[in-house]
């Protein structure tokens, strides 16, 4: 399967590598708008000069390919989509599906009215931690979710777009862990409070931290804490997350997840009474593809045998719409509900 990657420079690279590595899928060509980038990408990729061009219409005009991987930031994310797929190719897109709902429906809208695939690089989904969590829930040992409770603290540089976004936390980064208590909860969020704020050392144009509390439409509740300009102690890029369940508890702190159950025993008087079983450590999942891996394994099937993704732009308009209600919650104080 041949694809043309439009942005080849800073997460633009992971997906260079991830395609290098993929038996299944090479590249038609690029699109990369910056020509110092361009002639860096093609030197260090060896990547032909000849089929890099500074815009999507070009490259479609020339060249012959089966499918899209966009990496360029939120608000170019509309415009591309909708040109590959009236083009009649399928897209695999970075996150966050679009910079803004309305944008991010119109994909969804073009999605459909076309009959293509619409993927969303999602990959926080795919990793052992989190398929161990999910695996762990799934089978009902801990019998069923009350609350959920995520911690993210971090403090990266990364310059450009994201350091003059709006809420460069909730929209760029806390999607992914969004997207995760989705996917663990397997239900879409109902009700939001928030607040947001930036620390007076932020390096960031917008609001940097976040909390916020939720409630799922399957009626587990949910908070969540976090921190792009955080200075020391940082968490996991994962998040630190704690599930309070009916038989127990499922803690995960840097990556390791341990469980402790609730057990039910007879004190000296014949009572029934709760005690503690001994800590566990649960081995991760071992997975063939993670990640980029993953999802471009994913993107194949789909292009070339019709086979549904589990982020489609359809299943992810959920998590966009969780992330700008957190954002609504923040700007309006109010609580937000969803439908």
Not at 23 to 29: N, P, S, T
Not at 154 to 171: N, S, T, V
Not at 292 to 307: C, I, M, S, W
Request: proline content about 4%.
């Amino acid at each position: 399967m041949k694809v043309i990657q439009v942005g080849i420079g800073g997460m633009g690279e992971t997906w260079l590598r991830a395609v290098q590595r993929s038996a299944e899928v090479d590249y038609a060509g690029f699109v990369e708008i910056n020509d110092a980038i361009a002639r860096q990408q093609a030197a260090a990729y060896n990547l032909d000069p000849a089929t890099i061009f500074t815009s999507l219409p070009a490259a479609l005009e020339k060249l012959d390919a089966d499918a899209i991987i966009d990496v360029t930031p939120p608000q170019f994310h509309r415009a591309n989509s909708t040109l590959a797929l009236e083009a009649g190719l399928p897209v695999l897109s970075e996150k966050p599906l679009a910079g803004a709902l309305e944008d991010a429906q119109a994909i969804v809208d073009k999605a459909r009215e076309t009959g293509l695939s619409h993927m969303v690089a999602q990959n926080y989904r795919y990793r052992p931690v989190t398929q161990t969590i999910k695996s762990l829930l799934e089978t009902g040992e801990l019998g069923a979710v009350g609350a959920v409770h995520a911690e993210f603290f971090k403090g990266p540089h990364f310059g450009g777009f994201r350091e003059e976004m709006p809420h460069p936390l909730i929209i760029d980064m806390a999607i992914h862990h969004f997207d995760m208590m989705r996917y663990f909860l397997g239900s879409d969020v109902q009700e939001i409070s928030a607040r947001s704020w930036n620390p007076p050392w932020s390096w960031f144009k917008g609001d940097a931290s976040a909390a916020a509390s939720m409630r799922f439409e399957n009626g587990v509740f949910a908070s969540y804490s976090a921190s792009w300009c955080s200075q020391a102690l940082p968490t996991s890029w994962n998040a630190d997350w704690r599930f309070d369940c009916e038989k127990g508890v499922m803690l995960v702190k840097d990556d390791v997840v341990t469980v402790q159950d609730l057990l039910r025993v007879t004190d000296s008087r014949g009572a029934l009474a709760n005690a503690h079983g001994e800590r566990r450590v649960i081995p991760l999942l071992e997975m063939e593809r993670e990640g980029q891996d993953y999802l471009l394994r994913e993107f194949f099937a789909a292009v070339t045998k019709g086979k549904p993704v589990a982020t489609s732009a359809q299943d992810n308009i959920r998590t966009i719409e969780f992330v700008f209600g957190v954002v609504q919650a923040c700007d309006s104080g109010e609580t937000v509900k969803l439908s």
